[in-house]
């Protein structure tokens, strides 16, 4: 299993930034995945969910109207794309599949959120 999330950066608050996950070594398009993030000094939280069937998805209050998750079981890929940034956004970000023991996770990509 490798998990690779990519398409994060500094921005300023108020931007957007769209992060991407190539997934590879299971049965993708069967599981429900996430988006996750570490925010410094803080455990890692659970940020968006989509389903592997019809794509439902779900967001943590925080996100709900700025973040938007998508997949594509053709390619293997994750999405999540992030507007109105704000600084408390700033994190490691981290896909994964949403229950069960996690598969192992990937490196991050790293989400500033500064002026």
């Known amino acids: 299993v490798q998990l690779v999330e990519s398409g994060g950066g500094l921005v300023q608050p108020g931007g957007s930034l769209r992060l991407s996950c190539a997934a590879s070594?299971?049965?993708?398009?069967?599981?429900?995945m996430s988006w996750y993030r570490q925010a410094p000094g803080k455990e890692r939280e659970l940020v968006a969910s989509i389903t592997s069937g019809s794509g439902t998805t779900k967001y943590v209050d925080s996100v709900k109207g700025r973040f938007t998750i998508s997949r594509d079981n053709a390619k293997n890929t994750v999405v999540l794309q992030m507007n109105s940034l704000q600084p408390e956004d700033t994190g490691v970000y981290y896909c994964?599949?949403?229950?069960?023991?996690?598969?192992?996770w990937g490196q991050g990509t790293q989400v500033t959120v500064s002026s």
């Open positions: 994964n599949k949403r229950w069960g023991v996690q598969f192992p």
């Open positions: 070594g299971f049965a993708f398009s069967t599981y429900d």
